[in-house]
């Protein structure tokens, strides 16, 4: 069970973050897909915050929610307060080889495979939230 | 992950193995880039476990990369759990995946 499982912000690091935090997606998730893309999801997640946040370390947290079927994540670093819900950037799928930038992707992608995400600030924290109903 | 070079004769097979994530898609994208040459070029991937968004902004540099020398780069034989997140991305059509080598080698005029 990842409760709180602080790790340092490096990405040296997020390989063995992914590790723990994709042997609790498959306590509840069987489909490969479904694992695939919520790895995807926590590792985007992840990366954003060992690249842009200037946190030394963040938490993970991951609980199965029982009334709604639901997984849910928390993510948490003591970085630069930062809600990246607020902005996301507009990714046109259908966009040509030379249009398409490099960046941007990311949010795109776990806006896609979470059915909801949430941010709050607590204790000079940021914390997001991401909640996938079992498929 | 592993880069190998399958076939070098007027088509250029590259054949990768492994997960192409945030450790990964720096070294990986650096190291096909490196082994382009002006030859049409196939990027095998059954062996590619996983891509991440790191690992298609990986694909992508190379793309352009590729694109930018009058490259012509296709991939093949991506297995389910990549095709889904490339089609996610619109990145199956863009970047020219095909299901097979047979329909790579087509692709190339083969």
Request: glycine share 4%; hydrophobic share 40%; with cysteine.
């Amino acid at each position: 069970m990842l409760h709180n499982k602080e790790f340092p912000a490096r990405r040296e690091i997020l390989p063995q973050a992914l590790t723990e935090i994709t042997a609790e997606i498959k306590k509840y998730f069987t489909d490969d897909k479904w694992i695939n893309r919520l790895k995807v999801a926590a590792e985007e997640i992840l990366v954003n915050i060992v690249d842009y946040s200037g946190s030394e370390k963040f938490y993970v947290s991951c609980d199965f929610l029982e009334d709604e079927q639901t997984l849910r994540f928390e993510f948490v670093d003591e970085g630069e307060l930062y809600n990246p819900l607020e902005e996301v950037p507009e990714v046109d799928i259908d966009e040509e080889l030379d249009e398409r930038q490099i960046g941007g992707l990311g949010i795109f992608l776990y806006e896609t495979i979470m059915d909801k995400l949430e941010y709050h600030c607590d204790d000079g924290k940021n914390h997001l939230l991401a909640y996938k109903k079992l498929v | 992950m592993t880069v190998t070079v399958e076939r070098n004769d007027n088509i250029k097979i590259i054949a990768l193995d492994g997960q192409i994530d945030v450790a990964t898609s720096d070294q990986t994208c650096a190291d096909i880039v490196k082994l382009l040459e002006k030859k049409p070029t196939i990027i095998k991937m059954p062996k590619v476990t996983y891509v991440s968004s790191s690992g298609l902004r990986a694909l992508l540099m190379i793309a352009k990369t590729a694109k930018s020398q009058g490259i012509k780069v296709t991939y093949a034989e991506a297995v389910p759990e990549v095709v889904d997140v490339l089609q996610m991305t619109g990145f199956i059509k863009m970047l020219h995946c095909v299901p097979t080598m047979a329909d790579a080698l087509k692709e190339l005029g083969e």
